[in-house]
């Protein structure tokens, strides 16, 4: 079996958790993998990083990029602040560029795909009038490798509060857009002739996550009446239901075949 090597800059707030919410994705069915797990070298220059972090995780060096076979940039719950402002943005945009010069298949997620798309392509960002949270049907709009063996009206959790510019997205004829979710918003979009995927669904997110997300914003700002994430709870128990389960492993499988498959032409 063919081992390779796969980089995730983890951007997210709960980085262990992130860790372990992509390794589970990542190894349903593929247990041949190496994972290095970064944080922003940037971010964290005067601030302290919990020791199990420190373990666990490196800041991100990008003359380590050229040994995977794989990248990984994660979400961040940042998506209000403009692309200029985030304190880690030079750091982003250098890994992009980094990125782009590869043929290694590269899976940007939720602001990952934001900033990836803004960067790389010009697409612009614009905030929404509420959150989009909770579990989402999604229509196939384009074919994917990414979406074989996942019907059509799929569901996925959505949890952001922007969007990139469809339209704009649409006019370039470098980018097509795969899926959308039943309320017009993005779920997959890919570059024409780059291995660039831009995903916006949480699809990394396990069972309970969107409750610990709703849960981390209230107790940070319960003035501000936090919406729940909808059609997520069973109407019979009240408990979350993990609907996504299944596409998840389908998705990430196919991500890791992406990869397998660009590594072998490589070396073969």
Request: one cysteine or more; charged letters at 25%; a negative charge.
């Amino acid at each position: 079996m063919t081992t390779i090597k796969i980089g995730i800059l983890n951007l997210m707030y709960n980085k262990i958790e992130t860790n372990e919410n992509f390794y589970k994705s990542l190894t349903h069915e593929h247990s041949e993998i190496e994972f290095t797990y970064y944080y922003s070298a940037t971010r964290y220059v005067d601030r302290k990083l919990d020791p199990e972090i420190l373990d666990k995780m490196r800041p991100l060096n990008l003359n380590e990029i050229d040994q995977f076979d794989g990248f990984i940039i994660s979400g961040s719950p940042i998506e209000k602040i403009a692309f200029s402002d985030v304190t880690y943005n030079n750091e982003i945009n250098d890994l992009l560029d980094k990125l782009n010069k590869l043929s290694i298949p590269q899976l940007y997620v939720c602001w990952g795909a934001m900033a990836a798309l803004n960067h790389l392509y010009g697409i612009n960002k614009k905030i929404l009038p509420h959150k989009a949270f909770g579990v989402f049907q999604n229509h196939i709009l384009a074919d994917s490798d990414l979406l074989d063996g996942i019907s059509d009206n799929f569901p996925a959790p959505h949890a952001r509060y922007a969007e990139m510019d469809q339209q704009q997205i649409n006019n370039n004829p470098h980018l097509k857009i795969n899926a959308i979710n039943d309320k017009g918003l993005l779920f997959l979009a890919e570059a024409e002739n780059k291995p660039q995927s831009f995903l916006f669904s949480h699809l990394e997110y396990q069972k309970n996550d969107l409750k610990k997300e709703f849960d981390r914003e209230y107790a940070a700002h319960p003035e501000q009446n936090p919406i729940q994430p909808s059609n997520y709870y069973s109407p019979l128990t009240q408990k979350p239901v993990f609907a996504w389960e299944d596409i998840q492993a389908k998705f990430f499988g196919n991500w890791v075949e992406q990869v397998i498959t660009a590594k072998l032409k490589v070396c073969c």
